[in-house]
């Protein structure tokens, strides 16, 4: 049923979108907000499910559902909330433009959405950025970066990936010759060569063209990127070989970078909750677990607390514990 993946949050069976946003009203109104009756609602409800509780919210109330979470909450929980109830392709959106807009850029967040995308998921946020932000994408993107990290993210934003899932092992040893040849084989690097493979070939393919360049050289395609490049491009191009080798690692890996060390990023937490909750968050969890050997609701009840902890709890599908 779910070809892709494992959700943590699926649609709500018997799903009563009216009785959702009386419920809704009544956790706001009046002295004091109800907490868990926002998280039981909101973070047990799929998206597109979200979306028709707030019509029936303006339709019954007169009142934006977000306007009302905002002026009751606050915090992390509130960006959590707020976060859950935009439609997913406005919150992509957000994100990125978050990541572009102010002093500086935070590139992490523009490889983790390009790289990670299919073609129709990034032509239809091309499509809602410029409604929304007036800006076209790619100009944005041309504009907050700059050398090979522009050109590898452009050539992502016009989404040209074949997807056909058609495998030619021929074509894939002369690619990895190719990169071998870009790479390794010469001083300085062609990373024009790297681009064009990576961000053009299908991922069966992409899976075929590293195991040749494994069988010529004794290591992983990843080793020799890590190797001949550095910065965000090296990122960017690693991204893309772990979205293409093992997807959920790469996530599992974002969410323990965004709790290790001192302090949290509850930015890219959120993020990846939320983008990845109704798509594959159960088999993230699992690899978290697998990868660091603790769960990762005790990494989210060490690094989170009160009405946020317990909100991510029901995204990423745990029980409350405290």
């Known amino acids: 049923m779910y070809p892709f993946g494992t959700p943590t949050v699926f649609p709500a069976q018997n799903f009563d979108p009216v009785k959702d946003a009386h419920d809704l009203r009544k956790a706001m109104k009046g002295f004091g907000t109800d907490e868990d009756a926002l998280i039981n609602i909101i973070c047990r409800r799929s998206n597109e499910q979200r979306q028709e509780i707030q019509r029936q919210y303006k339709t019954h109330f007169g009142k934006d559902l977000i306007e009302d979470i905002k002026s009751e909450t606050s915090g992390n929980f509130e960006k959590l909330l707020v976060g859950l109830l935009r439609p997913i392709v406005d919150f992509y959106c957000a994100e990125m433009n978050d990541a572009m807009a102010g002093i500086g850029t935070d590139e992490d967040v523009l490889i983790e959405i390009l ?18 932000y007036g800006a076209h994408l790619e100009s944005e993107l041309k504009s907050e970066t700059s050398g090979n990290f522009k050109r590898l993210l452009v050539s992502l934003c016009t989404a040209a990936r074949d997807e056909s899932g058609q495998i030619d092992p021929v074509a894939a040893q002369a690619d990895a010759r190719e990169l071998l040849k870009a790479g390794e084989l010469r001083v300085g690097t062609d990373e024009s060569m790297f681009n064009m493979i990576l961000c053009q070939r299908n991922y069966q393919q992409l899976r075929l063209i590293f195991q040749e360049y494994e069988k010529m050289t004794g290591h992983t395609l990843e080793k020799a990127i890590r190797k001949e490049f550095s910065g965000d491009i090296m ?88």
């Not at 969410?255 to 909750?277: C, E, F, P, W, Y």
């Not at 769960?295 to 009405?307: E, Q």
């Open 115 to 132: 790289c990670t995308l299919s073609n129709v998921e990034i032509h239809t946020i091309k499509n809602q950025y410029l409604r929304l």
């Open 235 to 322: 990122e960017g191009l690693v991204a893309i070989y772990k979205c293409v080798t093992h997807k959920t690692e790469y996530f599992a890996a974002r969410l323990h970078k965004s709790m290790a060390g001192i302090g949290t990023n509850d930015k890219q937490l959120i993020r990846v909750v939320i983008t990845r909750s109704e798509i594959d968050l159960a088999d993230i969890k699992a690899q978290f677990e697998r990868m660091y050997g603790k769960s990762l609701k005790s990494w989210i009840k060490g690094d989170t607390s009160g009405h946020y902890k317990h909100a991510l709890y029901a995204l990423v599908g745990e029980q409350r514990s405290s």
